[in-house]
């Protein structure tokens, strides 16, 4: 049993679907208040971020960041920390990404270039949350803080540098020369072409793989790992964990370094695989999305998966509904995602007693009844 009183299972899979229920209802109350159809709304949101190829292929863009920023998040939580940094981090990450394509792409062949832009990007976000994570650890500085900060701090370095540095002369947009075509991530409509499958072109590109391989990753680490291992004891308590022989200083750090580097892999799918150049606002609040995706996925790496789905399915969905209805804005997309966001964090311990008492009641009447059989 977890802290909700119910099993882990439960916990990951009923109480999520239970609370994004309460959601929608909430959401359609007040659709309805504004004078709009729910179902309407909703059948358009469903069939704008499912109901095409294209639709999808958006879907699971968006699904791409969001999986990268809610694992980052959920690292964080596991240490005991909350990283509310990841826009800062995927900022950096996004920097690093982009300037080793303008540097090496003119003489690195793509297989080579792009593991590198993928490691470089990485590094820089491990290094902007370490910071932070060591503040914390042997300064007492609170992460949520200096994390803060640092979301302030990465934006105005992406902006001097490329401002400054980076943009062409001559030019007043404020974005880098376009990579060479080794820097630039396959699209996954070029990628299914090559199996023969015809896919509409869109922004999905094959980061998608690399998203679902950290989710695999994240898990191998938190739950199949020593440091992993180390690191959740740390986030359970410290001093029973330093009791215990753990460094739980070093582990708050390197759960923060895991956390950004997570982060900084967004550059991966905004510059590599879209963008094909360095520019402003290419993380577009994910970072602070990522916060709302882990909560919704429990901070387990699956759970952030199906989160990250769902949040791509509302903000392509929204966006298709804000197009298509008339009256209806984009303000009332963002407060349906509010809403998600209220049911699946702030009041998820209200609602899961409700959830737990007859889940246990229909458990123990199985058990019962198998008990019996036997």
Not at 42 to 50: D, M, P, Q, R, V
Not at 128 to 155: C, D, E, K
Request: with cysteine; net charge neutral; proline share 4%.
């Amino acid at each position: 049993m977890s802290n909700t009183n119910m099993p882990k299972w439960a916990e990951l899979v009923v109480l999520p679907i239970v609370c994004l229920a309460v959601a929608l209802a909430v959401a359609g109350v007040v659709v309805a208040l504004i004078g709009q159809d729910p179902m309407e709304v909703l059948s358009f949101l469903i069939y704008g971020a499912l109901g095409t190829a294209r639709g999808v292929s958006y879907t699971l863009y968006y699904t791409t960041t969001f999986i990268f920023t809610g694992l980052a998040v959920a690292v964080a939580f596991h240490g005991g920390l909350f990283n509310i940094g990841g826009e800062g981090q995927a900022i950096m990450g996004g920097l690093g990404t982009g300037l080793v394509a303008l540097w090496l792409s003119p003489y690195l062949p793509a297989w080579l270039l792009l593991p590198l832009m993928l490691v470089v990007g990485a590094a820089f976000g491990m290094l902007w949350a370490a910071v932070p994570g060591y503040l914390q650890a042997y300064r007492g500085s609170h992460v949520v803080i200096t994390t803060i900060m640092f979301n302030f701090i990465a934006s105005s370095v992406l902006v001097y540098l490329l401002v400054n540095h980076l943009r062409p002369v001559g030019t007043m947009s404020v974005e880098s020369v376009p990579f060479e075509p080794s820097a630039n991530l396959p699209r996954m409509h070029e990628a299914l072409a090559w199996l023969g499958i015809e896919w509409p072109a869109s922004p999905l590109n094959t980061s998608l793989f690399i998203a679902l391989a950290a989710a695999v990753a994240v898990y191998l680490f938190l739950w199949r790992s020593k440091a992993g291992y180390n690191v959740r004891a740390v986030g359970s308590s410290a001093s029973a964990a330093e009791y215990a022989g753990i460094n739980a200083k070093r582990h708050i750090v390197l759960a923060m370094a895991v956390s950004g580097a997570l982060a900084g892999m967004v550059g991966m799918n905004e510059i590599a695989g879209v963008s094909g150049k360095l520019l402003l606002e290419f993380v577009s609040g994910a970072g602070f999305t990522g916060i709302a995706v882990a909560l919704m996925g429990r901070n387990h790496p699956v759970g952030i998966v199906f989160a990250s789905l769902l949040f791509g399915a509302l903000f392509q969905g929204g966006a298709e509904v804000a197009f298509e209805v008339k009256g209806f804005s984009r303000d009332m997309v963002v407060l349906m995602q509010g809403l998600v966001v209220l049911f699946s964090g702030a009041m998820i311990y209200v609602i899961a007693p409700w959830v737990a008492k007859p889940l246990n009641a229909v458990l123990n009447l199985f058990g019962a009844a198998h008990a019996k059989g036997a």
